[in-house]
């Protein structure tokens, strides 16, 4: 599974984030394990994926583009990550809803800084 960067989930959180890693006793890799600072004190937590993936729409909703996944046939997922203020968005498959999330949302991070 592809995971979110760290500059990602730190826009997503507003928290420092040091690492992130897949939860090593969850076999259905539906929960992440992240690292972050808060007010110069070092956390630890897990977060299951729906919510990340919730709070990373949520996100990219503030930015400017809904995101909008569906399943397609053969078990992949498609994301069509429309630009509400005229940003010009790819279309993009993965084979998970969380993995084509995570990737529309890089996208819109690395797009936004330019």
């Known amino acids: 599974m592809t995971l979110p960067s760290k500059e990602l989930l730190s826009a ?21 394990h992240i690292v972050y600072t808060e007010e110069d004190e070092e956390h630890s937590r897990d977060i299951n994926v729906y919510e ?6 949520e996100w990219a909703f503030e930015q400017g583009v809904e995101v909008v996944t569906y399943k397609r046939a053969y078990k992949t997922y498609r994301a069509l ?12 498959t993965e084979a998970t809803e969380f993995e084509v999330v995570t990737k529309a949302c890089e996208w819109i991070k690395e797009n936004n800084e330019e």
Not at 52 to 57: G, N, R, T
């Open 12 to 32: 997503v959180l507003g928290k420092n984030i040091l690492t992130v890693r897949q939860n090593r006793r969850d076999k259905q890799w539906s929960i992440i």
């Open 52 to 57: 990340l993936m919730h709070l990373m729409k």
């Open 81 to 92: 990550p429309r630009g509400l203020k005229g940003i010009q968005t790819p279309e993009i």
